[in-house]
């Protein structure tokens, strides 16, 4: 389920990114669209980079919990006792 989330907001970040990257230089410096387009560029960038954090962080805890089940799940060797 979190790969999914992280999927999806990756998708949202870069269409943020990229739609304010290209609105960018049809706007006039000093006009408040500029200052949208720059606020919705970082707001972009932020979502992308959250979500790689996230992705990175859930997949080496994945990998961690994979490898500690081999290490937990051996089996019990019982041994007889002398009568």
């Given at each position: 389920m ?10 949202l970040?870069?269409?943020v ?6 609105m960018?230089?049809?706007t006039?410096a ?5 200052v ?23 997949f ?24």
């Amino acid at each position: 389920m979190i790969d999914t989330a992280t999927r999806a907001l990756l998708s949202l970040g870069c269409f943020v990114a990229a739609g304010s990257a290209l609105m960018l230089p049809v706007t006039d410096a000093g006009t408040g669209e500029r200052v949208v387009s720059i606020l919705a560029l970082l707001l972009g960038l932020g979502i992308v980079v959250g979500s790689v954090v996230v992705r990175r962080l859930s997949f080496r805890r994945r990998h961690r919990d994979d490898a500690m089940s081999d290490l937990i799940d051996d089996p019990v060797v019982t041994t007889k006792e002398n009568p």
